[in-house]
């Protein structure tokens, strides 16, 4: 079956560490993303790359660190100087620019 | 102006009637509009999506686009209590930039 997986489904991070969320997509899309959201919110753009070895800020990106050494792979890593970091992750893919994006099942991060 | 604006609800309709969800964006410039349907503690999936303006009906759903109003609505038809959800309007982000930008969202209630 063909999709984006998330893991794991939810992690908790004590404060000043760091912690790694996987994204995995065999949709072969090319184009892929990190969104956060909070409670009551929509959803904010982290992280995006539209092809390998290349990545680009989105609206909230301090905090946080991103690699796409693989099509298939966006791993995103959330670092102590993220001052806020409890929220829902969700990782997107889409085959290019204006095409519709669909969702992994999201990582829910809590900071303990 | 926000870039995305929803209505947040609760939008209570009776079941079996028709549910209209808006949302108006700002960038005049915006080319990709979707719709996505989020449970409680899901990720969002998509309902529609639409480019042109007009209608676009997929099965019980409706997207409908005004470009010159700057505004996309979605109507659900014979609305089911299964449709109770949060509706996101995402409009793809232009001046070159990738990614879509949400709205925050509007609760929908359908009432057996």
């Known amino acids: ?112 | 102006q926000k870039e995305v604006e929803q209505n947040s609800g609760p939008l209570s309709v009776p079941e079996g009637a028709i549910a209209s969800l808006n949302c108006t964006y700002s960038d005049r410039g915006s080319q990709s509009f979707f719709w996505y349907r989020q449970y409680s503690g899901k990720s969002p999936e998509l309902i529609m999506f639409i480019y042109s303006n007009g209608d676009k009906e997929d099965g019980r759903f409706t997207a409908q686009l005004n470009k010159a109003s700057q505004y996309v609505s979605l109507l659900i038809r014979d609305s089911q209590p299964s449709d109770s959800a949060t509706y996101l309007c995402a409009v793809n982000k232009g001046g070159g930039a990738d990614g879509l930008t949400f709205g925050k969202g509007t609760h929908l209630i359908i009432q057996p």
């Open chain 1, 1 to 112: 079956d063909g999709g984006i997986t998330q893991s794991p489904k939810y992690l908790f991070r004590k404060e000043g560490q760091n912690v790694t969320l996987s994204c995995e997509q065999n949709l072969n899309h090319d184009a892929m993303y990190w969104y956060r959201q909070d409670p009551g919110q929509g959803l904010r753009l982290i992280y995006y790359s539209q092809i390998v070895n290349d990545f680009q800020k989105g609206d909230i990106a301090e905090g946080y660190s991103v690699s796409r050494e693989k099509k298939e792979s966006f791993p995103l890593t959330v670092t102590s100087a993220q001052k806020n970091p409890t929220a829902f992750y969700l990782c997107a893919s889409r085959f290019s620019i204006g095409t519709e994006a669909f969702f992994g099942q999201g990582t829910r991060l809590t900071v303990v």
